[in-house]
């Protein structure tokens, strides 16, 4: 029977089976794992984000996380962000607190050169409707405006929950740069792994000489204890392995937590070996 359910789901994983598929579990009142392996959700990446996060804080033992979106705009996103936590929560037990920073008025003043692809975004680009963004805000979610360079070192401190997953569509290098602080030393309460998404990463005129791609090479240049790098295995034994969002999903891992985790797991260990007499 096992492997017969095998076939069947290897089966409809292949084109165009997968199709129908997907069509089907819209309509189906299913699991939000199966939604999040599936893409069926209007942003795919932050279900998949968000639950992975949610998967993480279990493994480590911690009860609520904090979700990000640095680059709120218009608010379809954060909408979506909290609507997707309110699911993830009620199906793991992990409690979730969603934040979004914007200025509220679109970009903030660029760098004026390249970094900050000039000649496709300007100052000003994106702005907001906050009170209509509000009136549609749960309590669980808050909405930060002013510019991420000032309020985020300022916010971040208040913040009780360990960051789990965080979106980062800011466009441009240098709030990118304003963004990764939040992972410095002596400012970050984080997950051993933080899960990300870039939205600016693989359009046409990027490049890892500017934008979101350079901000990440100097944070992991200048940053010793932590590293973001690409999220390795997430295509694998998915239905749409094709799905261009896969190639902006990113991990921020804490290689100290890391080491930290394996040197006290280590001391457990022996510590119940004295306690019960076995030292095998």
């Known amino acids: ?28 009142p299913v699991s939000i794992r199966v939604k999040a392996q599936w ?12 639950l992975a996060a949610a998967d993480e804080a279990i493994q480590e033992g911690v009860e609520a996380i904090s979700i990000f979106e640095f680059g709120v705009a218009g608010g379809n996103g954060l909408l979506m962000l909290q ?18 920073f914007d200025t509220g008025s679109g970009l903030p003043d660029l760098t004026g050169d390249y970094r900050d692809y000039s000649d496709h975004w300007q100052t ?6 906050e009170g209509a963004l509000r009136r549609k805000l749960t309590p669980s979610t808050s909405l930060v405006i002013g ?12 913040i009780q929950e360990h960051i789990g997953f965080v979106a980062v569509d800011v466009d441009v290098y240098s709030s990118t740069c304003d963004v990764l602080r ?16 870039f939205d600016d990463v ?45 190639d902006r999903m990113f991990i921020a891992h804490d290689l100290e937590a890391i080491s930290r985790f394996r040197t006290e797991r280590k001391a457990k260990i022996i510590k ?6 076995n030292t095998g």
């Open 83 to 100: 609507e997707i936590a309110a699911a993830v929560q009620a199906e793991t037990g992990v409690r979730i607190a969603v934040y979004g």
């Open 147 to 158: 510019n991420i360079r000032d309020t985020l070192p300022s916010y971040l401190p208040h």
């Open 39 to 50: 893409d069926v959700a209007s942003r795919p990446h932050y279900l998949l984000g968000v």
């Open 202 to 246: 693989d359009l046409m005129f990027t490049h890892r000489f500017a934008g979101e791609l350079l901000a990440m090479d100097e944070f992991n240049h200048a940053s010793s204890s932590v590293k973001i790098d690409k999220w390795k295995g997430i295509k694998k034994h998915r239905p749409f392995p094709e799905a261009g969002w896969l």
């Open 182 to 197: 939040m992972f410095s030393n002596g400012a970050r309460r984080m997950l051993r792994r933080v899960y990300m998404y």
């Open 1 to 28: 029977m096992s492997r017969l359910m095998a076939f069947s789901q290897r089966l409809a994983a292949e084109p165009p089976f997968r199709i129908f598929c997907k069509a089907m579990i819209k309509r189906l």
């Open 124 to 129: 000003g680009d994106y702005p907001m409707n």
């Open 272 to 277: 119940v070996e004295e306690t019960t007499g």
